[in-house]
Nanobody, 120 residues
Framework: QVQLVESGGGLVQAGDSLRLSCAAS?????RAWFRQAPGKEREFVAA????????YYADSVKGRFTISRDNAKNTMYLQMNNLKPEDTAVYYC????????????????WGQGTQVTVSS
């Protein structure tokens, strides 16, 4: 069992930046960030292959968000720049034993989520 704990959410204005963190209690092959806005389905944001540094992004965040990892701390990050009101959502950290995928139901472990609110 892998425990995931997110942190770093908050209330910011459009154009601001935030960095989310996801600390894990164990190792998995892939980790990802998903988000869910009120009344919407959970959507893929970004993913990283833990060994090899391959990264993947949703088109809506490409060029603005950067996913990264710190092996020593076993922690994943999501640097979010130029935030927009449509980025407002609960952001979830997820992990799975296989390669990174964009479908939420393929992930085995989930964090509790952290709220990101972007005001216009």
């Amino acid at each position: 069992q892998v425990q995931l704990v997110e942190s770093g959410g908050g209330l910011v204005q459009a154009g601001d930046s935030l960095r989310l963190s996801c600390a894990a209690s164990g190792r998995t092959r892939s980790r990802a960030w998903f988000r869910q806005a009120p009344g919407k389905e959970r959507e893929f944001v970004a993913a990283i292959l833990w060994s090899g540094d391959s990264t993947y992004y949703a088109d809506s965040v490409k060029g603005r968000f950067t996913i990264s990892r710190d092996n020593a701390k076993n922690t994943m990050y999501l640097q979010m720049n130029n935030l927009k009101p449509e980025d407002t959502a609960v952001y979830y950290c997820a992990a799975r034993g296989g390669v990174p995928l964009i479908i939420a139901t393929t992930y085995d472990y989930w964090g509790q989520g952290t709220q990101v609110t972007v005001s216009s």
